[in-house]
C-alpha cells in the first residue's frame, strides 16, 4: 500500500490505486488485508480504478478503539474523499455486509456490488450459530487467545479438525493470528447474522449480488434475495466458483457492471 489517508476519528488507512476508468473500491472480508483484493484489482483495472485498502486493524492501517461498523463507513468516505469523491463500491463475504451498509448510510456511492454475504436465515441454526460464535470469539480475544480465535472462525467456516491444525502448521498461521483482532469488527459488521432488510430496501443506487454455482445452497439463497430486497438489484451466479472465488472469472463480471 503506496497511499495513506486518515479516517474521521485519526486512524490511518493505507490504499493503493491502479487502473483507469470509474473507481471502484475494493472490501475485503474476514482475516484478509487488502492484498487479498490485489489479484481482482488487476482484473479490473483495464476498464475500472480500482482501489484496495487495509480495513481498520488489519495490515498497514491502524486502529482506534472502540470499534462500531459507523467508522469503517467513515473510513469508506475518507477513501471516497481521497480518490475524487464518488466511487462505487464492491465487497465479499463479510466485506459486502460493509458494502451495503455503506451503500444504505448516504455515502456518495454510485453502485455496489458483493460476492457471498453470508446471511444465515436459511441456514436452520443460523441464529443459534451466530450467537454461540459471537460469545465464544469474544472471550477468546479477551483473554488474548488469539489462535483460539482463528481455529473458531475456520471452524465456522466450515473447515475440518484436520484442515485446521494443518493450517495451525502453516507459514501463513502468524499472519492469521495477526489479524484476529479484526474478527470481532467482521462479527459486528454481520450483526446477528439475518439479512438486514429495512436496510436493504433503504438504497437507492443499483446493487449487484454474485454467488458462486458450485458454493452452498444457502450462500446463493442469501445472495438472491439480497438482489430481491434492494429495489434495483441484479443476481447473478458463476457456475463451478465457491467462496473463493477466482479473479478471472469474477472480473469480467465486476467490469461489465461498474463500467457500463
Request: hydrophobic residues 40%; contains cysteine.
Given at each position: 500500500?503506496?497511499?495513506?489517508?486518515?479516517?474521521?476519528?485519526?486512524?490511518?488507512?493505507?490504499?493503493?490505486?491502479?487502473?483507469?476508468?470509474?473507481?471502484?473500491?475494493?472490501?475485503?472480508?474476514?482475516?484478509?488485508?487488502?492484498?487479498?483484493?490485489?489479484?481482482?484489482?488487476?482484473?479490473?483495472?483495464?476498464?475500472?480504478?480500482?482501489?484496495?485498502?487495509?480495513?481498520?486493524?488489519?495490515?498497514?492501517?491502524?486502529?482506534?478503539?472502540?470499534?462500531?461498523?459507523?467508522?469503517?463507513?467513515?473510513?469508506?468516505?475518507?477513501?471516497?474523499?481521497?480518490?475524487?469523491?464518488?466511487?462505487?463500491?464492491?465487497?465479499?463475504?463479510?466485506?459486502?455486509?460493509?458494502?451495503?451498509?455503506?451503500?444504505?448510510?448516504?455515502?456518495?456511492?454510485?453502485?455496489a456490488a458483493v460476492y457471498e454475504v453470508p446471511y444465515?436465515?436459511?441456514?436452520?441454526?443460523?441464529?443459534?450459530?451466530?450467537?454461540?460464535?459471537?460469545?465464544?470469539?469474544?472471550?477468546?480475544?479477551?483473554?488474548?487467545?488469539?489462535?483460539?480465535?482463528?481455529?473458531?472462525?475456520?471452524?465456522?467456516?466450515?473447515?475440518?479438525?484436520?484442515?485446521?491444525?494443518?493450517?495451525?502448521?502453516?507459514?501463513?498461521?502468524?499472519?492469521?493470528?495477526?489479524?484476529?483482532?479484526?474478527?470481532?469488527?467482521?462479527?459486528?459488521?454481520?450483526?446477528?447474522?439475518?439479512?438486514?432488510?429495512?436496510?436493504?430496501?433503504?438504497?437507492?443506487?443499483?446493487?449487484?449480488?454474485?454467488?458462486?454455482?458450485?458454493?452452498?445452497?444457502?450462500?446463493?439463497?442469501?445472495?438472491?434475495?439480497?438482489?430481491?430486497?434492494?429495489?434495483?438489484?441484479?443476481?447473478?451466479?458463476?457456475?463451478?466458483?465457491?467462496?473463493?472465488?477466482?479473479?478471472?472469472?469474477?472480473?469480467?463480471?465486476?467490469?461489465?457492471?461498474?463500467?457500463?
Open positions: 500500500m503506496d497511499k495513506k489517508t486518515t479516517s474521521r476519528d485519526g486512524t490511518s488507512l493505507a490504499y493503493a490505486v491502479t487502473g483507469q476508468g470509474p473507481t471502484v473500491i475494493l472490501v475485503s472480508g474476514a482475516m484478509s488485508t487488502g492484498g487479498t483484493m490485489a489479484p481482482l484489482a488487476q482484473r479490473l483495472a483495464d476498464h475500472c480504478t480500482a482501489v484496495v485498502y487495509d480495513r481498520r486493524g488489519r495490515g498497514a492501517s491502524g486502529d482506534t478503539a472502540p470499534y462500531a461498523v459507523d467508522r469503517e463507513i467513515e473510513d469508506l468516505s475518507a477513501l471516497i474523499d481521497a480518490v475524487g469523491g464518488d466511487a462505487a463500491l464492491f465487497g465479499v463475504s463479510s466485506g459486502g455486509a460493509l458494502v451495503l451498509h455503506a451503500a444504505a448510510s448516504g455515502l456518495p456511492v454510485s453502485r444465515a436465515d436459511h441456514l436452520a441454526d443460523g441464529a443459534a450459530r451466530e450467537a454461540a460464535y459471537k460469545e465464544r470469539l469474544n472471550k477468546a480475544l479477551g483473554e488474548g487467545r488469539r489462535g483460539d480465535a482463528v481455529e473458531l472462525f475456520l471452524r465456522l467456516t466450515g473447515l475440518g479438525e484436520e484442515m485446521v491444525q494443518g493450517a495451525r502448521q502453516s507459514p501463513m498461521w502468524a499472519g492469521m493470528e495477526a489479524v484476529a483482532p479484526s474478527l470481532a469488527h467482521d462479527d459486528t459488521v454481520m450483526g446477528d447474522g439475518l439479512l438486514p432488510r429495512d436496510r436493504l430496501a433503504a438504497i437507492t443506487v443499483p446493487v449487484l449480488a454474485v454467488a458462486g454455482g458450485a458454493s452452498p445452497e444457502w450462500m446463493r439463497t442469501a445472495s438472491r434475495e439480497i438482489a430481491e430486497t434492494v429495489p434495483q438489484g441484479a443476481y447473478r451466479v458463476l457456475e463451478g466458483q465457491t467462496h473463493m472465488v477466482e479473479p478471472e472469472v469474477l472480473g469480467p463480471v465486476l467490469t461489465e457492471f461498474f463500467a457500463r
